[in-house]
């Protein structure tokens, strides 16, 4: 049974950090790329980082180049997003994905709230 879990989320100040992580099982996690995307209430979903299988090649949107960094432990099979200095507009339910050709599992996402 193919599960994704993020964790990691909560309430932040803005300026602070935080790391989200999303532990995989039930497929070949070292196959998969991954993606965080996140969702703001009213918005649509929005793709914020990608990794590529092996960890060697990452993608950012614009709006959180600079300020979050994705990275994976194929060891661990878990996949992280750092969110250093978030901002209240960075306020959504995260969701990891995996992808590989046809295949894309989802996460159930975890809510991370940036508010002081």
């Known amino acids: 049974q193919v599960q994704l879990v993020e964790s990691g989320g909560g309430l932040v100040q803005p300026g602070g950090s935080l790391r989200l992580s999303c532990l995989a099982s039930?497929?070949?996690?070292?196959?998969?790329?991954m993606s965080w995307y996140r969702q703001a209430q009213g918005k649509e979903r929005e793709l914020v980082a990608s990794?590529?299988?092996?960890?060697?090649?990452?993608n950012y949107a614009e709006r959180v180049k600079g300020r979050c960094t994705i990275s994976r432990d194929n060891a661990k099979n878990t996949v992280y997003l750092q969110m250093n200095s978030p901002k209240p507009e960075d306020t959504a339910v995260y969701y990891c994905?995996?992808?590989?050709?046809?295949?894309?599992?989802w996460g159930q996402g975890t809510q991370v709230t940036v508010s002081s």
């Open positions: 994905k995996a992808f590989r050709t046809q295949d894309i599992y």
């Open positions: 990794i590529n299988a092996s960890g060697g090649r990452t």
């Open positions: 039930g497929f070949t996690f070292s196959n998969y790329g």
